[in-house]
């Protein structure tokens, strides 16, 4: 097997001697850069676009920056701000914001997820922002803010498991904040779901 160390001494020397041969190998290169190496395909993708941008090819260009930011959004290479001229939809947001969660960036993420506006957002993308804000800030140990954000999605969220996440989740937020508090939502969750191993 080829290092993403290897993999990526290639991208870089592609990038700048033929931008042409990067850009139409970049995929089968990319597959070999492991998912957990943030900063190698952060870096990998900056110099997509920068590749992109060489040929004159601009929107596919905005577009690798783009989700050089959003999949990427720790990497050492990856802006903190979107680059100029460079817009995400809300629904790009919201995928930010849960890569960060997974990233246990929750102070970011809660940032990120308060500023969506949820207007443009569906019914699913609205219920996945609520729930996203309930994980952050219980990891914040803002448990209020998470009772209630995690109380919204277990009431409204059409997806079964998500629902069934929030309210498992809510009771374990309500038992840490008012311990006695807790029982009618623990009672709630085994009824709603009496055979679920949780």
Request: proline share 4%.
């Amino acid at each position: 097997a080829v290092s993403a160390r290897a993999v990526r001494t290639l991208i870089d020397a592609l990038g700048k001697s033929d931008p042409a041969a990067l850009i139409s190998r970049f995929d089968a290169f990319s597959s070999a850069i492991p998912t957990w190496d943030s900063n190698t395909r952060s870096a990998a993708l900056d110099t997509l676009a920068t590749s992109q941008e060489r040929l004159g090819h601009q929107d596919a260009a905005k577009r690798t920056w783009a989700r050089q930011f959003i999949e990427e959004p720790i990497a050492a290479s990856t802006p903190r701000a979107l680059k100029k001229g460079i817009s995400i939809t809300a629904a790009l947001r919201l995928v930010r914001a849960e890569n960060l969660l997974k990233l246990n960036r929750s102070e970011l993420a809660v940032t990120e997820l308060t500023a969506i506006d949820d207007r443009p957002l569906n019914s699913d993308e609205k219920c996945r922002r609520r729930f996203g804000l309930g994980l952050g800030y219980r990891k914040l140990r803002k448990y209020s803010d998470s009772e209630k954000e995690l109380a919204w999605a277990a009431q409204h969220c059409a997806d079964a498991d998500l629902a069934r996440r929030a309210l498992y989740l809510q009771a374990k937020v309500v038992s840490i904040s008012d311990g006695l508090r807790s029982i009618p939502v623990i009672e709630k969750f085994s009824e709603r779901y009496p055979d679920h191993s949780m």
